[in-house]
């Protein structure tokens, strides 16, 4: 049962080869994510944004920080690897980030405004890429992988969903869905 709670849509599985139809539908839910995340959360007290999803897990309040963090971090590897030659990023150790005073305690309103216009800037970007800027790519420092930028944007669509059950699951489970 853990397994499920932590991973409600399972791991992400990107395809090995990667369409146009794929591309636009991951570019879809990144677009729409925003909004969907806000009205999942709107109408929940304070006491039900300090749950956490699972046992030892994020708080519904830390997820939605996370997802600003999360997200920011991805854009600007985009940004690197369409203005570098397969950049090296910087890895960031997001279980730290969740523990900083704002994503504990800062009103989520702040990062559903801050993923809406992040995500209406991401979206500008990712729907103006050609396809040699897909195949363009970055090395992960803590694996040495090589990830090209059509299968992060599956990844980050994934990242979309898994999250947005996290608290929609947890939402159900407390019968706090309307």
């Given at each position: 049962?853990?397994?499920?709670?932590?991973?409600?849509?399972?791991?992400?599985?990107?395809?090995t080869q990667?369409?146009?139809?794929?591309?636009?539908?991951?570019?879809?839910?990144?677009?729409?994510?925003?909004?969907?995340?806000?009205?999942?959360?709107a109408?929940?007290?304070d006491?039900?944004?300090?749950?956490?999803?699972?046992?030892n897990?994020?708080?519904?309040?830390?997820?939605?920080?996370?997802?600003?963090d999360?997200?920011?971090?991805?854009y600007?590897?985009?940004?690197?690897?369409l203005?570098?030659?397969?950049?090296?990023?910087?890895?960031?150790?997001?279980?730290r980030?969740?523990?900083?005073?704002d994503?504990?305690?800062?009103?989520?309103?702040?990062?559903?405004d801050y993923?809406?216009a992040?995500?209406?800037?991401?979206?500008?970007?990712?729907?103006?890429?050609?396809?040699?800027?897909?195949?363009?790519?970055?090395?992960?420092?803590?694996?040495?992988?090589?990830?090209?930028?059509?299968?992060i944007?599956?990844?980050?669509?994934?990242?979309?969903?898994?999250?947005?059950?996290?608290?929609?699951?947890?939402?159900?489970?407390?019968?706090?869905?309307?």
């Open positions: 049962m853990d397994e499920q709670l932590k991973y409600p849509i399972g791991k992400a599985n990107i395809p990667i369409t146009e139809n794929y591309i636009q539908g991951w570019i879809s839910i990144i677009k729409h994510h925003p909004e969907k995340i806000a009205q999942l959360v109408n929940l007290s006491d039900q944004l300090d749950t956490p999803y699972r046992e897990g994020w708080t519904i309040r830390q997820v939605v920080h996370h997802l600003g999360s997200h920011t971090n991805s600007v590897r985009f940004k690197w690897t203005t570098e030659f397969k950049p090296i990023i910087k890895a960031y150790h997001e279980d980030w969740a523990k900083l005073q994503s504990k305690h800062a009103p989520i309103q702040i990062s559903l993923l809406k992040l995500h209406a800037k991401w979206v500008y970007l990712l729907k103006g890429l050609s396809e040699n800027d897909l195949k363009k790519s970055f090395i992960h420092p803590e694996t040495n992988d090589e990830v090209a930028l059509d299968k944007i599956g990844v980050y669509a994934w990242h979309c969903e898994h999250h947005y059950q996290h608290i929609n699951q947890l939402l159900i489970r407390k019968g706090w869905k309307n």
